[in-house]
């Protein structure tokens, strides 16, 4: 399917600083693709690039086959910014309707859009006394408006608490399967495991890993983490006969390459009454952040 989202050998500097040099990157309809990297690495220019707010020094970004800011492609985008900031004294409902107008969508897509996301009931109160969930929230509501092709989320679940992150994440499912392309940035990288259908990774501007979460996974090759609690008294027999380190004063933990998993735990089983526990950790997407952001190596295509 073709891409909604294209950049082709994306650069772009401001003065001595490099902020993305020769990106390239595609988001096709329906995907869900997270943006991470650490402050710096170049997520917002890349945003500001395909919202037309900024020009790339080198390179091409499409939407749909339009450029940045043409007519068509700023309908097909929606934009949630990490700090939302709407006039306090409107409603939601109001701010909802005027973004509906910008789309040029049906004034029953902005009520529809609040219901979305939570707001039915709070629709028709100003937004001056508005938490910042619920603001959080009406910048979704304004994202979801006219059915956009393509979202760019930018830090969307920051204020949110844990059960509307859950929400959050469900509405992502939805949109994404009505066909809408998405691409989003983050920090909560532990949160964002089994939500997106591919990670990209910027480190100082380059694109250092574009891949399923599985793929990365497997490209970084990291070990996986067996803690072991041993019975009472005998960690330092348990340490001493499996190596690894002593974590407290009754677990060992050992790192283990993937290939060696089932023999670890043979050695672990052998121990018997030893042994009161164990856990097998596989790594996570903060220690497959980490690696790819340390080494700059791999993924990206
Ligand atoms: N208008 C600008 N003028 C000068 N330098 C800029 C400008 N915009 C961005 N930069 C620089 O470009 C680099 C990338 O910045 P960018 O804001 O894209 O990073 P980011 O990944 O969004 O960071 P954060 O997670 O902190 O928001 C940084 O070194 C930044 O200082």
């Known amino acids: 399917m073709s891409a909604v989202l294209k950049l082709a050998a994306v650069s772009k500097r401001f ?24 402050n710096g690495a170049g997520k917002t220019t890349l945003f500001r690039l395909v919202l037309g707010f900024i020009r790339p020094d080198a390179g091409a970004v499409t939407i749909d086959g339009h450029a940045p800011g043409a007519n068509a492609a700023r309908i097909a985008v929606s ?6 900031a709407f006039p306090k004294t409107l409603t939601g409902r109001e701010i909802a309707r005027f973004y509906a107008r910008l789309k040029g969508a049906p004034k029953a897509d902005a ?12 629709m028709n109160r100003r937004v001056g006394g508005y938490s910042k969930g619920m603001r959080q929230r009406l910048g979704l509501a304004q994202a979801l408006v006219g059915r956009p092709r393509l979202m760019l989320l930018d830090e969307p679940t920051s204020g949110l608490d844990p059960i509307s992150r859950r929400d959050f994440y469900e509405l992502l499912d939805e949109v ?3 066909g809408t392309a998405v691409l989003l940035s983050s920090h909560s990288l532990s949160e964002l495991e089994a939500r997106t259908d591919r990670v990209a990774i910027l480190r100082s501007g380059r694109l250092v890993a574009d891949a399923p979460l599985a ?3 497997a490209d ?9 609690r041993a019975r009472p008294d005998h960690v330092e027999e348990v340490s001493a006969r499996l190596g690894g380190d002593r ?4 677990s060992v933990e050992l790192l283990c390459p993937l290939p060696q998993k089932m023999d670890r735990l043979a050695a672990i089983s052998a121990l018997g009454p030893l042994v009161t526990d164990f856990d097998v950790a596989q790594p996570s997407l903060d220690d497959i952040y980490r690696h790819f952001s340390a080494t700059g190596t791999g993924g990206a295509s």
Do not use: M, W
């Open 15 to 38: 003065q001595k600083v490099v902020a993305l040099d020769d990106v390239s990157l595609a988001v096709a309809p329906g995907e869900r693709v997270a943006l991470l990297g650490h």
């Open 79 to 84: 934009y949630l910014p990490e700090n939302v």
């Open 111 to 122: 009520d529809r859009a609040l219901e979305r996301v939570g707001l039915a009931d709070a």
């Open 176 to 178: 994404a399967t009505a």
């Open 215 to 217: 793929q990365l996974q």
């Open 220 to 228: 970084a090759a990291l070990p996986i983490r067996i803690r072991v």
């Open 247 to 250: 974590i407290n004063g009754q």
